[in-house]
C-alpha cells in the first residue's frame, strides 16, 4: 500500500524526507557503485536548494514526532553516504563527496551544524594536510572549507573555535599559494574567507603570508580573475594585526612599489622631476621609507619584471589600494590622502605622447604598448579617486582643491567613452559629498563639456543621424566661444551612454546648486535639457531592453526627461519657462504603461503639481489651539465661513464652484505659458514684514505677524480675500499711528521716504478707499500678463 501513500501536495512537509531518500537511493553512489553522470549532481543541489531537504524544519508538536524522526533519519543517511564518499580513494567520488558536503554546510539546520562542523572539517583538512593529488579534489577542498568558514563566521559564540580552526589552515593554504599550479586559485579564495571572518589566526603568519601574496603578484603570471583575487587578499592582510598603524604601512608599501613600477613604465614619457615631486610625498623628507612590499626591492622590482608585467602588476596594486580604501576596518586609519591624489595624478597626466623637452628613448613599439594599457591605468585611477571622494569625508577638506584641479583638467582632455563615463559619475559624487559649494568651482567645466556631448552628433538604434541645421542650440553652447580653456571636442559620434552621463552629472548639479550664483548659466542648460528631451522623444517612446548592461535609446530618454525635471524643480528666480513643454513629455511619456519611464513621468507629474497649482495657506493658523477672538467684528466666524481649502485651492465665501473651478484653470493657464510675456526680470523684490494689533483683553487674542516675499504677493492675497486691508502712511521716523474706523495702528519704518505700511485684519467700511491706497510700487496687477 506504500505506491497510494499520496502526499497532500508540493508544499506537504512529508514530502521532503521522501525525495531526500529516493536521491540518495537513486543518484548517490556507495561503495560499490560507480560515479553517474556529474550533471545529474546538479540536478541533486537544486532539488535540496529549492524544497530545503536538508533544513529539518517543522514544528515540534506531537502530531510530528513521526515526521521529524523519518526526517532526521533521511539527514542522517546523506550526511554518512557523503562521508563515505569523502574518504574514498577515487577521485571522481571524492570530488562528488566534497562538493555535496559543501552544500550540506549551507543548507543543513543549525544545530546539525554545530553540532558536525569539527568532524566534517577533520574530514577535509586530510586532503590538504598532505594536499591530494588530484587537482579537482584540492579545488574543491578548498572552496567548501571557504564555505563551513563561512556558516561558522554567521555564529558570534563561535569566534574562538572558528579561529583555531582556521588557524590549521594557513600554513597548507601559503603552501598552495607558492606553487606554481592553478590549485592557487582556491586557496586564494580560503585565505580571503579566513581574513573576512578569522582574521587573527593569521597574525603569527602575517609576514610569510605577504611575501606569498605578493611575490605570486608579480611573478606568478596569473589570468585577470586570479590578480583580482590577489589584490583582495592583500588588502585585507592589515586585519589579521587589526591596528591602524599595520594598515598605514601597508597601503604606503603599495604606493612605494606601485611608484616604483612607474619609472620603468613611464621613462620617456613624463618629466623627470615627476618621479622626485612623488617620492617626496610619498616618503617625507628626515623619515625612513619603510621596508619593501613582500620583501621585495627596488632591484627586484625594476629588474625581474618585463615591461609587460609591469603594466598589469601597477592596474593590480592600485585595486589593492581602492580595495583597501573601501573595505571595511576594525578601527579608524588615516588616509594618505595627499600620496594617493600625487599617483593618481602622475597617472592621469600620461596620455602617450613624447614631451618636447626630451629626447625620445623609447621605441615606437615600447609606445604602442603603453598606450594600449594606459586607459585601464586611467580607469583605476579614477577608482582611486572615487573611493577617496566616498571615505574620506572630513579628512579631504584640506584637498579639495588638489582634487578640483585635477578633475577639470583631465575633463578637458579626456575623449575616450569609457572614461568620460567614469568621470561624469565621479563629478556626481563631488557634487553631492562636497555641498553646494563645489558647483561653484565645477559648473562652468561640467557645463561645457556636457553640452557638447549632447549637442553632437545623435545616435538612435545604433545608427547616427545628422542634426538638423536649423537647431544649433545656439543659445545654450553661446556662452562656450570664448571658452579658450575648454579643448575637448569630439572626433566621432558620442555613445548613448556618455550622453546618459553627461545627462546624468547636469541633472545632479540642478539639485545640489541650481539656485547658487546660476545667472550666468541657468537658462543655457534650462534650454539644453528641454532641447535633448524634445528631439529624443519627437520619434515616439523606445523600448525596454532586454540588456541591462548597453544603455539603449529608452534610456537616454529616461535620463533626458529626469534632467528636465530637475531643470523645472531647481530653484530660481522665475518660474521655469519651458513649464508647458515638460509637462506634454511627462504626460506622453506616462502613457507608455508598464514600462520605468512611466513610473517616472507619473512622479513627475506629482512633483510638478506644486508649480501648476500652488497651495494658498491661510494667514491664520484654523487648526491651531489658539483662541482667536470672536466678538471683535465677528473676525474669526467670518474668516472660518469664508475660507474653504479643498486641493490647494482657495475659494472665497459666496463663489460657486464652477467658479472655484474655473479659477483654477485660470491658474492653470498663467502658470504654463509659455514665456511669452514674462514678467520684468528686474523687478523688485521686498520684504514686508506686518504686525496687526487688534485691541481686546490680553487673555482673548494676540497679534499676527505675517512675513510675505514680495508688495506684489502681499496686494495679491488681499484683494483675493474678504480680509480688508488698511493702508495708513505714518510720519516719518515711525510716528504715531493714524487710527481707522476705531482701531490702533503702529507704524513701522516704511521703504519710501521714510513712509510706513500698517495693515489691520477685520472690517471696513470703506473698502474701495483702502484698496486705492495700495503703494505706487505697483505698476500693474499681480495677476496681469501686462508688463
Not at 493714524?738 to 473698502?767: I, K, M, P
Request: one cysteine or more; hydrophobic letters at 40%.
Amino acid at each position: 500500500m506504500a505506491a497510494f501513500d499520496h502526499v497532500q501536495n508540493m508544499y506537504d512537509v512529508a514530502l521532503k524526507p521522501r525525495l531526500l531518500r529516493s536521491f540518495i537511493k537513486e543518484l548517490i553512489p556507495d561503495e560499490k557503485q560507480q560515479l553517474g553522470n556529474p550533471l545529474e549532481l546538479s540536478q541533486v543541489v537544486s532539488a535540496i536548494k529549492t524544497h530545503g531537504l536538508l533544513s529539518e524544519r517543522v514544528a515540534q508538536t506531537d502530531d510530528n514526532k513521526k515526521l521529524i524522526e523519518k526526517w532526521k533519519s533521511a539527514v542522517d543517511l546523506w550526511v554518512d553516504r557523503l562521508l563515505m564518499l569523502v574518504s574514498s580513494n577515487m577521485p571522481d567520488k571524492c570530488w562528488a563527496g566534497i562538493c555535496l558536503l559543501g552544500v550540506t554546510f549551507e543548507e543543513c539546520s543549525s544545530e546539525r551544524f554545530l553540532a558536525s562542523y569539527s568532524v566534517w572539517f577533520q574530514k577535509l583538512l586530510s586532503h590538504l594536510q598532505p594536499p591530494a593529488e588530484s587537482h579537482f579534489v584540492k579545488v574543491s577542498c578548498c572552496v567548501s572549507l571557504s564555505d563551513l568558514l563561512t556558516r561558522l563566521g554567521g555564529f558570534p559564540n563561535m569566534k574562538k573555535d572558528g579561529t583555531s580552526h582556521a588557524a590549521k589552515l594557513v600554513q597548507p593554504v601559503l603552501k598552495l599559494i607558492q606553487e606554481d599550479s592553478s590549485d592557487a586559485e582556491g586557496a586564494v579564495r580560503l585565505l580571503c574567507t579566513i581574513l573576512n571572518f578569522f582574521p587573527s589566526s593569521l597574525q603569527k603568519n602575517y609576514d610569510s603570508a605577504e611575501a606569498a601574496i605578493v611575490t605570486k603578484l608579480i611573478y606568478g603570471k596569473c589570468n585577470p580573475n586570479m590578480l583580482k583575487k590577489l589584490a583582495l587578499c592583500l588588502s585585507l592582510l592589515p586585519k589579521s594585526k587589526g591596528d591602524e598603524d599595520t594598515w598605514s604601512l601597508m597601503i604606503q608599501k603599495i604606493l612605494l612599489a606601485i611608484n616604483i613600477l612607474l619609472n620603468d613604465s613611464f621613462q620617456g614619457l613624463e618629466e623627470e622631476s615627476k618621479t622626485s615631486e612623488t617620492m617626496r610625498a610619498l616618503v617625507p623628507p628626515g623619515k625612513d621609507p619603510p621596508a619593501p612590499l613582500g620583501g621585495l626591492t627596488v632591484f627586484d622590482l625594476s629588474n625581474k619584471s618585463t615591461e609587460r608585467l609591469s603594466i598589469t602588476n601597477i592596474s593590480t596594486l592600485m585595486l589593492c589600494c581602492s580595495t583597501m580604501l573601501t573595505t571595511s576596518y576594525p578601527v579608524r586609519v588615516k588616509v594618505p590622502i595627499k600620496p594617493l591624489l600625487m599617483v593618481v595624478e602622475r597617472v592621469l597626466n600620461v596620455d602617450g605622447s613624447l614631451p618636447q623637452t626630451m629626447y625620445p628613448t623609447l621605441t615606437a613599439m615600447q609606445q604602442e604598448y603603453i598606450c594600449t594599457q594606459l586607459p585601464v591605468l586611467h580607469s583605476y585611477s579614477l577608482e582611486i579617486l572615487c573611493d577617496i571622494i566616498k571615505e574620506a569625508r572630513s579628512q579631504l577638506l584640506p584637498h579639495t582643491a588638489h582634487i578640483i584641479r585635477l578633475v577639470t583638467e583631465y575633463l578637458r582632455r579626456c575623449e575616450l567613452p569609457e572614461l568620460r563615463i567614469k568621470l561624469y559619475g565621479l563629478i556626481k559624487m563631488m557634487l553631492m559629498s562636497m555641498g553646494v559649494g563645489m558647483t561653484i568651482y565645477l559648473a562652468e567645466d561640467v557645463i561645457s563639456n556636457a553640452s557638447i556631448d549632447l549637442d553632437s552628433t545623435r545616435v538612435h538604434g545604433g545608427e547616427a543621424q545628422p542634426m538638423n541645421k536649423k537647431r544649433k542650440h545656439e543659445n545654450a553652447i553661446s556662452f562656450l566661444e570664448n571658452q579658450s580653456q575648454i579643448i575637448y571636442s569630439p572626433k566621432n559620434h558620442v555613445p548613448v551612454s556618455v550622453k546618459i552621463a553627461a545627462l546624468g552629472a547636469l541633472e545632479t548639479l540642478l539639485t545640489v546648486g541650481g539656485a547658487l550664483r546660476s545667472e550666468s548659466w541657468r537658462s543655457n542648460v534650462d534650454q539644453l535639457l528641454i532641447t535633448v528631451a524634445t528631439d529624443a522623444c519627437k520619434n515616439g517612446w523606445a523600448k525596454e531592453a532586454n540588456d541591462v548592461y548597453t544603455p539603449s535609446w529608452g534610456d537616454f530618454q529616461l535620463a533626458s526627461l529626469r534632467a528636465l525635471l530637475a531643470s523645472l524643480l531647481s530653484p530660481g528666480r522665475f518660474r521655469p519657462a519651458y513649464l508647458a513643454q515638460g509637462l506634454e513629455l511627462f504626460r506622453g511619456g506616462m502613457q507608455e504603461t508598464g514600462t520605468k519611464l512611466a513610473e517616472f513621468c507619473a512622479h513627475a507629474l506629482l512633483s510638478l503639481e506644486v508649480l501648476i497649482h500652488p497651495r494658498a495657506l491661510p494667514l491664520i493658523d484654523i487648526g491651531s489651539s489658539v483662541e482667536y477672538p470672536v466678538n471683535v467684528n465677528g473676525m474669526k466666524d467670518k474668516f472660518m465661513k469664508n475660507n474653504i481649502y479643498s486641493s490647494g485651492v482657495t475659494v472665497t465665501g459666496g463663489t460657486s464652484r464652477n467658479e472655484a473651478e474655473s479659477e483654477e484653470d485660470d491658474l492653470y493657464e498663467k502658470w504654463v505659458k509659455d514665456g511669452e510675456n514674462e514678467i520684468e526680470k528686474n523687478t523688485t523684490e521686498n520684504a514686508v514684514s506686518i504686525e496687526a494689533t487688534i485691541n481686546v483683553p490680553e487673555d482673548k487674542g494676540k497679534g499676527i505677524l505675517v512675513e510675505t516675499q514680495s508688495v506684489e504677493e502681499t496686494a495679491l492675497k488681499n484683494m483675493e480675500t474678504e480680509v480688508e486691508v488698511a493702508v495708513a502712511k505714518g510720519v516719518s521716523g515711525g510716528g504715531a499711528a493714524n487710527d481707522v474706523v476705531g482701531r490702533r495702528f503702529e507704524t513701522v519704518g516704511g521703504s519710501e521716504g521714510g513712509g510706513e505700511f500698517v495693515f489691520a485684519l477685520g472690517d471696513n467700511d470703506n473698502e474701495d478707499a483702502a484698496m486705492d491706497e495700495i503703494p505706487d510700487i505697483v505698476d500693474v496687477e499681480p495677476d496681469s500678463d501686462e508688463e
